[in-house]
């Protein structure tokens, strides 16, 4: 089809109008191939009138000549439950020189689900009336996937949000560069943004973006808040949400996921530049031990168009917190903050209170890898025996010097040389040459691992990460973990003990070793009032991360006066401690005071 001009005179309007449809399913696209191309050729655009709706729906636009060619247009329909049909309208202003042509338009996906004999199985879920049989992560995310509304009755409105009548149960963060926009219709800026919203494929409906004209810089960022959820099991809980990359300076858009209120949190997911004009589906796995929070953050690009838009967000298997907030970070050297109020007791400042019964213990007994109280709370605010990283949780290590920096928060900290957590699937193209692909512990993509970012920082700089201080182990103590240290400018990892002022080197491993996982071991053996150090010290460039992962502290705990008599296989030491008899003479001071090394013996 092509217009053929037959006068001059002004506001000539040019419609094809197509059949009516009934309605189209969830994955519904039209695609068509165009022709615009002369002097003054003008626009045209293609509009979605809907049954019920006085205002149409401008679906795509084409501005002005380009070029001697056919060009495709691929238009998102998405789900549409009413009555709808399309316009296509060029409009003449007196000038009209050159050709407007369309052909070859083709609808894909556009039917509902066909009905199933049967559906089994926990991963699938029947619709009622038009007995389709949809994937269960489906259900509850604001979509009618099944044609009968099905999927999408009785659930939990406090776990879902289509910003139709406001932000629901999410917020602004507070400390970011400015805000999220709820707006229906096209963004202000052309070429840029959406055209619709996803909830109703129409320009009625409601969703949130990023205005990224004027005040506003590259690399600003806006962060919208989630409500506080449960602890989930492992990967039981979904967060899926539709987002919206449109544009030739488009960013970034990313999720993170935090169990302490002023930390950023940590990465689950990131998209980078334009992704076309459509709306597309993400789902992300959660899982976590304690209560969690998602962070959904977008940064402006280097540009006017750069509008992202987010909508149709919900969670699946998720339990909402009844807690009023997520405990903090204290900058204690700890790493965590104890809560105000204890229970009744009798102890005195020298001595550890129980949290749950306000039983007493010497505070030697707090973080020394023994749980001396009922609730383990004397070994809460510790490091752990086994960090593995999984639970994307750093175990109680912290960092020092990023905590000294926390006034002057995201500028400076995000410029240092400093550990983080990564994993394999989230790198970098250029990051695969000297970062692990894969961590040590599940050995895939996945599985996280703790990396000194070389990205950051100049040559020299060094990051610390240490535990809180540790108050005694025992006399066979030694740390084992595994570490990555591959690329070209390699620095070195350390493993440094620090005891009130005094800091000594226990290990150290300087270059590259290959692009494997390798296991070292460090001996502590009996020590008091002690932190453990990983220090990274950065190469020339950032051609080299050092990573670390599945620390383990074994044997640490410290030796036990027992009631018993020692046994036959067993040693008495002069302070009554039982050791095995074949730690006798060893060089190794097993009953803590050197009576096993006696030259007597």
């Not at 320009?203 to 806006?222: C, I, N, T, V, W």
């Not at 992300?284 to 959904?296: E, G, N």
């Not at 699937?425 to 996945?446: M, R, V």
């Not at 990555?484 to 226990?506: A, D």
Request: hydrophobic share 30%; charged share 20%.
């Amino acid at each position: 089809m092509f217009i053929l001009k037959t006068s001059n005179s002004i506001s000539q309007i040019a419609r094809l109008r197509s059949p009516k449809f009934r309605q189209a399913g969830s994955n519904c696209t039209l695609s068509f191939w165009y022709y615009n191309y002369g002097e003054s050729v003008g626009a045209a655009e293609l509009q979605l009138l809907v049954d019920g709706q006085k205002q149409p729906t401008v679906l795509w636009r084409t501005y002005y000549s380009e070029g001697n060619q056919w060009l495709k247009a691929v238009i998102q329909l998405g789900r549409l439950p009413h009555p709808f049909q399309f316009s296509l309208d060029k409009i003449s202003l007196g000038v009209y020189e050159g050709v407007s042509a369309i052909d070859d338009i083709r609808f894909e996906n556009c039917a509902l689900p066909p009905p199933a004999l049967s559906c089994e199985g926990p991963n699938h879920f029947w619709c009622r009336d038009t007995k389709a049989c949809i994937d269960s992560l489906l259900v509850c995310d604001l979509v009618d996937d099944c044609g009968d509304g099905s999927d999408e009755d009785s659930c939990d409105p406090d776990l879902q949000c289509d910003f139709e009548n406001g932000l629901c149960n999410w917020e602004q963060d507070v400390e970011d560069d400015f805000d999220w926009i709820r707006i229906r219709g096209p963004t202000p800026t052309v070429n840029t943004g959406p055209l619709k919203d996803h909830t109703t494929g129409t320009a009625r409906g409601h969703y949130l973006y990023l205005e990224s004209s004027e005040p506003r810089q590259f690399r600003d960022k806006a962060v919208l808040l989630s409500p506080l959820f449960n602890p989930s099991g492992y990967g039981t809980c979904a967060f899926r949400f539709h987002y919206h990359m449109f544009g030739k300076e488009v960013y970034k858009l990313s999720v993170f996921q935090r169990t302490v209120s002023n930390a950023k949190g940590w990465l689950l997911w990131y998209k980078f530049g334009n992704q076309e004009n459509r709306w597309i589906r993400q789902t992300l796995f959660l899982s976590s031990s304690k209560p969690f929070q998602i962070l959904v953050k977008g940064i402006v690009g280097d540009g006017f168009t750069g509008d992202i838009g987010l909508d149709d967000v919900s969670f699946l298997g998720c339990t909402l917190y009844n807690g009023k907030n997520l405990p903090t970070i204290s900058t204690t050297t700890s790493g965590t903050s104890v809560p105000a109020t204890l229970p009744r007791n009798n102890c005195t400042e020298k001595e550890f209170v129980c949290r749950a019964s306000g039983h007493c213990i010497q505070m030697i007994q707090k973080c020394d890898f023994r749980a001396d109280c009922s609730d383990k709370s004397d070994e809460s605010a510790c490091v752990r025996e086994v960090c593995d990283f999984e639970d994307r949780d750093l175990c109680g290590w912290y960092q020092p010097a990023l905590e000294q920096m926390a006034g002057n928060y995201s500028m400076l900290i995000a410029k240092t040389f400093k550990w983080q957590l990564g994993r394999g699937a989230n790198l970098y193209p250029e990051e695969k040459q000297h970062c692990p692909l894969t961590d040590h512990t599940t050995c895939t993509e996945e599985g996280w691992y703790l990396f000194a970012d070389s990205s950051n920082g100049e040559f020299g700089d060094t990051a610390d990460i240490a535990t809180p201080v540790i108050s005694l182990t025992g006399p066979r103590c030694k740390i084992i973990f595994w570490n990555h240290m591959n690329g070209s400018t390699i620095g070195s990892l350390e493993v440094l003990y620090k005891s009130s002022n005094k800091t000594s080197k226990l290990w150290s491993q300087t270059g590259s070793q290959g692009p494997q996982w390798n296991r070292a071991e460090v001996f502590l053996g009996i020590r008091s009032n002690f932190q453990v150090i990983f220090r990274a010290k950065r190469g020339v460039s950032y051609m080299g991360d050092v990573a670390v992962d599945d620390i383990t502290f074994e044997d640490c705990s410290p030796l036990l006066i027992s009631d018993k008599p020692c046994t036959s296989e067993e040693f008495m030491c002069a302070n009554k401690y039982c050791i095995p008899k074949n730690n006798l003479c060893d060089f190794v001071n097993d009953c803590e005071d050197n009576s096993d090394e006696s030259p007597s013996i």
